[in-house]
């Protein structure tokens, strides 16, 4: 089983070497890096040339966002299974192998789709926050992305069937692509800790929780007014965890 790990990357020069030697202490044969790149101004196509024995393929040029620069790597990919990580993400040493055994001892995994791990969050200096990841369920998942994207794997398959991102959403196409099977998604959960995320980006704002009120009623099949509520009942949780964080406690709300 091959696994393609694709990253997108925009001006990304101040990260990317660490993620690139996070993917190349994994040790497999059966391993291909991708870097899209979005037209970066600063050092990040320098630093991907430094690295290019590493690299198995890479573009720079302009994209209309993350979603559109993944499915230029979902199509240049030649790996059964996919894996997508932010560009200041980085891949835990052994994770690969980690996956390679699990992935080895499920009895049906020709009939997979989608196999999640966890994550552990960090703050900018590197300290840890919170490990953040459960199992797909349905229909929770309806209601909240409870899965952690980044490390987890997708079978080619699942883009064959339902096709690439959806690139009109900027910050949850993830979300939304997951939610095409419905209750269909074969999804298997591994629980090990593979990536370390950098707390903090666009998921926590309201475009996001507008975008995921979006997918979860005309892909997921949500009505409209569970969707708005459920928007609601996260904007309090995100309002929850501020609160909580400067009194000195982290905390991840799963429902």
């Known amino acids: 089983m091959k696994i393609s790990i694709i990253v997108a990357t925009y001006n990304a020069a101040s990260y990317l070497e660490r993620l690139i030697e ?15 790149d979005g037209g970066s101004k600063d050092d990040t196509v320098n630093l991907i040339k430094k690295h290019l024995e590493k690299v198995s393929f890479w573009i720079s040029e302009p994209d209309k966002g993350i979603y559109d620069a993944w499915n ?35 009895p049906s ?29 349905w229909p929770l998942f309806l209601k909240d992305m409870t899965v952690a994207h980044p490390g987890s794997l997708h079978s080619k398959r699942l883009f064959d069937q339902y096709g690439l991102f959806d690139i009109s959403y900027k910050i949850t196409g993830d979300y939304e692509l997951l939610l095409r099977p419905q209750e269909k998604l074969k999804a298997v959960f591994f629980d090990e800790i593979t990536v370390l995320m950098q707390e ?53 709300l799963k429902k």
């Open 22 to 36: 996070s993917v190349n202490i994994q040790n497999s044969d059966n391993l291909e890096l991708i870097i899209i």
């Open 109 to 137: 995994i020709d009939q997979v789709d989608y196999i999640s791990s966890r994550m552990k969050m960090v703050d900018l200096t590197g300290h840890s926050i919170r490990v953040k990841g459960w199992p797909w369920e």
């Open 200 to 252: 903090g980006g666009a998921s926590d704002s309201l475009k996001a929780l507008l975008e995921h009120e979006r997918a979860a009623v005309q892909t997921g099949g949500a009505s409209a007014t569970s969707a708005r509520l459920n928007v609601y009942k996260i904007s309090l949780k995100f309002r929850v965890k501020a609160i909580l964080r400067k009194m000195g406690f982290n905390a991840y």
């Open 72 to 106: 230029k790597g979902v199509v240049a990919s030649s790996g059964d299974w996919i894996m997508f990580l932010g560009a200041d993400d980085q891949l835990l040493p052994g994770a690969i192998e980690k996956y390679l055994g699990f992935m080895s001892k499920l």
